[in-house]
T-cell receptor, first 112, second 114 residues
Framework: GDSVTQMEGPVTLSEEAFLTINCTYTATGYPSLFWYVQYPGEGLQLLLKATKADDKGSNKGFEATYRKETTSFHLEKGSVQVSDSAVYFC???????????FGGGTRLMVKP | GAGVSQSPSNKVTEKGKDVELRCDPI?????LYWYRQRLGQGLEFLIY????????KSGLPSDRFSAERTGESVSTLTIQRTQQEDSAVYLCASSLASRTRGYTFGSGTRLTVV
């Protein structure tokens, strides 16, 4: 079945550091890929998505590129802020188009 | 409505009591999902409704858990005889039946069983 693996946290960075959170997936066909963010005390919000190979999703300075050849969708940001502190979830939706499969989440802590 | 609405936002209950959690999805979203998130952990799928089809209940952890949805509107998740291990945030999400849209989540109900 479909699965998503993302790096375990917590990831602790200083403000303005470069961020990478790795995400790899296993799925048949061509899934759609998503990153969700969960700020403290809140529900999950869609951060960005990519629906086909080589697409780049971007939002709020975050980017992720759908790499079919490496089955990856790594999240990057060039300069993190304290306000980016949150839990980040990578997810995929398979060809059936009815269920998101989530990774375990990665907690990011940004220190001033 | 504009977003997915869940109520109550917080619920403290005594062990052994029944609780009912409510989710009001985005109007027009045919799919509705319930997830559980224990403290510091990832998302645990519970149940999925799609239109008038039979729900996918494969994630429900025990027969104390049940959920209903009337048509494409409100859903209720019921936990009977609550246990301390049921303490978690219960998240509801809704979506269109599209592989490119993802879900829209509610803010969750934080359940504490004491």
């Amino acid at each position: 079945g479909d699965s998503v693996t993302q790096m375990e946290g917590p990831v602790t960075l200083s403000e303005e550091a470069f961020l990478t959170i790795n995400c790899t997936y296993t799925a048949t066909g061509y899934p759609s890929l998503f990153w969700y963010v969960q700020y403290p005390g809140e529900g999950l919000q869609l951060l960005l998505k990519a629906t086909k190979a080589d697409d780049k999703g971007s939002n709020k300075g975050f980017e992720a590129t759908y790499r079919k050849e490496t089955t990856s969708f790594h999240l990057e940001k060039g300069s993190v802020q304290v306000s980016d502190s949150a839990v980040y979830f990578c997810a995929l939706m398979g060809n059936a188009g009815n269920m998101l499969t989530f990774g375990g989440g990665t907690r990011l802590m940004v220190k001033p | 409505g504009a977003g997915v609405s869940q109520s109550p936002s917080n619920k403290v209950t005594e062990k052994g009591k029944d609780v009912e959690l409510r989710c009001d999805p985005i109007s027009g979203h045919t799919a509705l999902y319930w997830y559980r998130q224990r403290l510091g952990q990832g998302l645990e799928f519970l149940i999925y409704f799609q239109g008038n089809s039979a729900p996918d209940k494969s994630g429900l952890p025990s027969d104390r858990f049940s959920a209903e949805r009337t048509g494409e509107s409100v859903s209720t998740l019921t936990i009977q005889r609550t246990q301390q291990e049921d303490s978690a945030v219960y998240l509801c999400a809704s979506s269109l039946a599209s592989r490119t849209r993802g879900y829209t989540f509610g803010s969750g109900t934080r359940l504490t069983v004491v």
